[in-house]
C-alpha cells in the first residue's frame, strides 16, 4: 500500500502563536493530514477555546501556556512536554509580529529590542529547546514563519525587517547544523495575509504606501500559508531544508 507522503500521521507538532490567525490555520492545517497538535501561545484561556473547537472537528490536541519571549519559560515548558509527550516531531514558529512602525531615528533600543526577541531569539529558543528531543532521536521538522519584508524592507519596519531577515539566516544556519541528525529546517516568507489585525485599515492604502502591487490581485486567507508550512514539513518536502518559500501572490516578482 503506497504511503500520501502529504499525510502527518503518527507524527506530534507543535505550533507557536496559535491563538492568532495564522497559527490557527496552521493548525488545523497540519491535523487535517494527520498529525496530533500541542498549541502554544501566553492566553491559556484563548488556548482551550481553539483546542475545544478543534477537539470537535476530531483533532488531537493539547495546549501549553507560554511566552516566546520568556527564556525560562520556554526551557520549561519543553521539559514537560518532553516528560509527557517525548517531544514534537514537527515545531512550527509562528509567534511573531511588527509591534510598531517608525523612522529608523525614532526607534529606542527597547522598542528594537522587544521586536528582536519575539521575531528571532524567541524561535531560537523555541526551536533549540523543543528542538533537542529531534536531535536525540534522529529525525524531525522546522517550519519558521516570516515575512516578506525580510526579503524586502517595508516602510517603518527596520526592527521587524532585520528581525525576519536574521530568521531567514538562523533557518539556514539550523538546517545545515542539523542536516546530519536528520532534521529539516525551512521557513516561508507570507505577504499580506488577510487577517484580523488589518480589519481597521484599507488594504489599498496600505499596499501603496509599501510601493508593492499584488499580481495575484488579492490578499491570501490564513489557509494559503497554512497549507505551504504543511507540506514544509511532510515527506513530501523530504530533500528540501535551508529554504525560504515565498507565500506572496507574486508581489517580490
Keep these: 500500500m503506497k504511503t500520501d507522503p502529504f499525510r502527518l500521521d503518527g507524527l506530534s507538532a507543535l505550533v507557536t502563536g496559535a491563538t492568532g490567525d495564522i497559527g490557527q490555520a496552521i493548525a488545523r492545517a497540519l491535523a487535517r493530514q494527520g498529525a496530533s497538535i500541542t498549541l502554544l501561545a501566553r492566553s491559556a484561556d484563548r488556548l482551550e477555546q481553539i483546542a475545544a473547537d478543534m477537539q470537535q472537528e476530531g483533532a488531537v ?29 514537527i515545531i512550527v514558529n509562528n509567534a511573531g509580529g511588527a509591534r510598531f512602525l517608525a523612522d529608523p531615528l525614532d526607534i529606542t533600543v527597547s522598542g528594537w529590542a522587544k521586536t528582536i526577541d519575539l521575531n528571532l531569539t524567541g524561535p531560537f529558543a523555541v526551536a533549540t529547546a523543543f528542538g533537542r ?25 527596520t526592527a521587524y ?32 495575509i488577510d487577517t484580523s489585525g488589518w480589519d481597521a485599515f484599507d488594504k489599498a492604502e496600505v499596499e501603496e504606501s509599501a510601493g508593492l502591487q499584488i499580481p495575484l490581485g488579492r490578499w491570501a486567507s490564513p489557509r494559503e500559508v497554512a497549507e505551504p508550512v504543511a507540506f514544509l514539513v511532510s515527506q513530501a518536502a523530504s530533500y528540501i531544508t535551508g529554504t525560504v518559500l515565498v507565500v506572496d501572490g507574486g508581489a517580490l516578482a
Design 161 to 192: 525587517s532585520a528581525a525576519k531577515g536574521g530568521l531567514y539566516s538562523l533557518t539556514r544556519a539550523l538546517a545545515r547544523e542539523w542536516a546530519p541528525q536528520g532534521i529539516r529546517v525551512n521557513a516561508v516568507a507570507p505577504g499580506y
Design 133 to 157: 528531543s529531534m536531535v536525540e532521536r534522529g529525525s524531525g521538522a522546522i517550519v519558521n514563519v516570516g515575512s516578506i519584508s525580510g526579503l524586502r524592507h517595508l516602510p517603518g519596519m
Design 61 to 89: 490536541v493539547r495546549t501549553a501556556a507560554c511566552d516566546v519571549t520568556d527564556i525560562e519559560q520556554v526551557s520549561a515548558t519543553a521539559d514537560q512536554l518532553q516528560l509527557e509527550t517525548g517531544g514534537p516531531d
